[in-house]
Every structure is written in structure tokens, then in C-alpha cells.
């Protein structure tokens, strides 16, 4: 291998990593400016219109026409058949309760810091109930959409391309991991499980071909997390660590439920990898753009 070639690796990683972050640390931002400014209803509706936008455009729509394939190949812009959507969403599901049955385990281990958890994620100057379970729903899947289309398209993608995907996931994953270590939640005991989250989402992505089982399933593990982690809108944790407690029923449930969706999540991932169309069919545009 030249270091011509070795140099152009690391310009499209390198490349991939700016353009991701730039997208994502715009397009992320936009929902905490409008929901503080214009209140749950007319900010939701801003939104989902902004969502919609963000995602016709990310996938190849719009201008400039010159970057159209560079957008969609970006994007992972296939079409998933109904034998596919079976298994994306099992997938999406089941992900989610690995995640938040990880969550648990922690902290029958460790205690739950509930302050920790909560700063920053106050949903009190929402006046009622039913507009906070609305302000949960839009903050997890903008949070799912713009997330994805930046660390599993922009990022991931053209890195797969270039250097291979174990690769591609683990600098997504990891990067993924860093960006969400400035949260107040982020302790260690957290490390682990968001690397674990990006790491299932970076196989997804890969396996698939399409970014949709990501965006549903990281949306469904966030409105678990804010409805119920870090708002406490549905509720707070209140079990205790098992050397205050011992290994109680709980538990036992929770490694079970752990195991058991972890499982599914690989399989569908297996399904899903075993569905897709192969290299040598994909768009000979896009291959030009992003030359082995």
C-alpha cells in the first residue's frame, strides 16, 4: 500500500469526521432554540417541518444537484423491502430495551444519581403533562434523526468505504461515545453502554445499508431516557444496588431481559446483513465519488 493511498485514507477520514460533526452540531441544536423560544406546540410543528427538510436534503434532495450522490450514499438511501422491515423493526425494539436493561443493571451495581441525571433535562417550564410527553417525543427523534444522518451516514459510511467497517464503526462509535461524555449523566459506569449503543447502531447501519433501523431505535431509547431517565415524566428509579439488597427477583429479570434482547438485536443484524444487495450493484456514480 503506497503512502499516496495511505494519505488519502486518512483526508476521507479525517473529512467524514468534520463534515459529521458539522452537521450534527448545527442540526441538533435547533430544537432546544425553537422549543425555548416559541413554546411545545409551535415548536413542535417547526420541528418536524425542519426534520423533514434535514432529511430530504441529507438523502439527496435539493441543491446542489453536483452533490446529489455524494448525499445519498452519504445517507445509506435504499429502499428496504417488507422482509426487511420485519426484522428492522424487531431490531429497533429490542435494541432500545438492551440499552435501558443496561441502564438498570448499572445501577442495581452502583447507585442511581438521580441529580446527576436530571440537570439540564427539566421539563418544568412546560405548563402541562400531555405537552411534556410532546416535547419528549420530538426531542428523542430529532435527537434520533440528526444523530444518525451525522454519525452512522456522514461519518460512518464514507469511512466504510475507504477503510472497511470495523474500522468505520469503531470511529463512529467512539466518536458517538466522546460527544455524549459532556453530559452531566455521563459517568464511567455510562462509558460502556453508550459505546455499546453506538457500536449496535454503527451495525445496523452497516448491515442494512439503510439508516431507518438506527433512527427508530435510537428515537424509541430516547424517549425512554427522557421520559424516564432524565425527566422523570414517566416515573423515577427507585430500586437499590444488590449488595444493599442482595440478588433479588428483579435482578434476575433484568440480566434475563438484557441477554435475551441483546440476542435478537445480533440476529436481526445477522437477517438484515444476509438481505442486502451486494457491493458490485451499488450505484456506479457514488462509486466514482468515493473511489476503494
Known amino acids: 500500500m503506497t503512502a499516496q493511498s495511505e494519505a488519502s ?33 409551535l415548536a413542535s410543528c417547526a420541528e418536524v417541518l425542519f426534520l423533514a427538510v434535514l432529511v430530504w436534503w441529507a438523502s439527496g434532495g435539493g441543491p446542489p444537484r453536483t452533490w446529489k450522490p455524494a448525499r445519498a450514499f452519504r445517507f445509506r438511501a435504499t429502499s428496504l423491502n417488507a422482509s426487511q422491515w ?58 434520533g434523526i440528526c444523530e444518525e444522518i451525522g454519525f452512522r451516514g456522514y461519518m460512518q459510511r464514507p469511512i466504510e468505504r475507504s477503510v472497511g467497517s470495523t474500522v468505520a464503526i469503531l470511529i ?19 462509558v460502556p453502554i ?3 449503543a453506538g457500536i449496535l447502531l454503527g451495525l445496523l447501519a452497516w448491515s442494512s445499508n439503510s439508516l431507518i433501523p438506527c433512527m427508530i431505535g435510537h428515537t424509541i431509547m ?7 431517565w432524565w425527566t422523570g415524566v414517566a416515573g423515577d428509579f427507585t430500586a437499590r444496588p444488590i449488595h444493599e439488597t442482595g440478588i433479588d427477583s428483579l435482578f434476575i429479570i433484568a440480566c434475563f431481559v438484557f441477554v435475551f434482547s441483546l440476542l435478537i438485536v445480533l440476529l436481526a443484524i445477522s437477517k438484515l446483513r444476509a438481505m442486502i444487495l451486494p457491493t458490485s450493484q451499488e450505484n456506479p456514480n457514488v462509486a466514482a465519488i468515493y473511489p476503494s
Open 222 to 228: 430516547d424517549v425512554g431516557l427522557f421520559a424516564y
Open 9 to 41: 485514507k486518512l483526508r476521507t477520514i479525517a473529512m467524514a469526521i468534520l463534515y459529521a460533526l458539522l452537521i450534527f452540531g448545527f442540526t441538533a441544536n435547533v430544537w432546544p432554540i425553537v422549543l425555548l423560544h416559541f413554546g411545545v406546540p
Open 194 to 196: 453508550v459505546l455499546g
Open 172 to 190: 463512529s462509535s467512539t466518536l458517538f461515545m466522546l460527544v455524549h461524555l459532556t453530559k452531566s449523566w455521563a459517568s464511567i459506569g455510562m
Open 86 to 143: 420485519a426484522w428492522v423493526l424487531l431490531a429497533a425494539v429490542f435494541f432500545a430495551v438492551t440499552v435501558h436493561a443496561s441502564i438498570v443493571l448499572l445501577f442495581r451495581f452502583v447507585s442511581f444519581p438521580l441529580a446527576q441525571f436530571r440537570r439540564g433535562y427539566s421539563f418544568s417550564f412546560i405548563p402541562t403533562v400531555p405537552l411534556r410527553w410532546l416535547a419528549i417525543v420530538i426531542s428523542a427523534a430529532s435527537a
